[in-house]
């Protein structure tokens, strides 16, 4: 499986980005899609999941959507009301497994992709 995402940029406080992930495989419908970001000197955390229902970090509640569309074998982030705390490299990953999901746990996805840089101006 290979995922590319892409969609990154410089955008000032209060606007919005729209990520995308790309994703290769016959058997997207059944993957688990995940967000996560690593800002400069900080461990990766998690952001936002989809498989059947969707998860998301406390700090994206109410700005941040995450979709699917298995039509096009991709999964999508709009983010808005975009803050500076935002600001990071943003990585979709897919979990293709069988196995119990857990949509907030790194180690639960098998593939990541390469990452996209998000800035968010003050």
């Known amino acids: 499986v290979q995922l590319q995402a892409s969609g990154g940029g410089l955008v000032q406080t209060g606007g919005s980005l729209r990520l995308s992930c790309a994703a290769s495989g016959r058997t997207f419908s059944s993957y688990g899609m995940g967000w996560f970001r690593q800002a400069p000197g900080q461990e990766r955390e998690f952001v936002a999941a989809?498989?059947?229902?969707?998860s998301y970090a406390d700090s994206v509640k109410g700005r941040f959507t995450i979709t699917k569309d298995n039509a096009k074998n991709m999964a999508f982030l709009q983010m808005n009301s975009l803050k500076p705390e935002d600001t990071a490299i943003y990585y979709c990953?897919?979990?293709?497994?069988?196995?119990?999901?857990?949509?907030?746990?790194?180690?639960?996805?098998?593939?990541w992709g390469q990452g996209t840089q998000v800035t968010v101006s003050s």
């Open positions: 989809i498989r059947w229902s969707t």
């Open positions: 990953a897919a979990d293709v497994g069988g196995g119990t999901y857990y949509p907030t746990d790194p180690t639960t996805y098998e593939y």
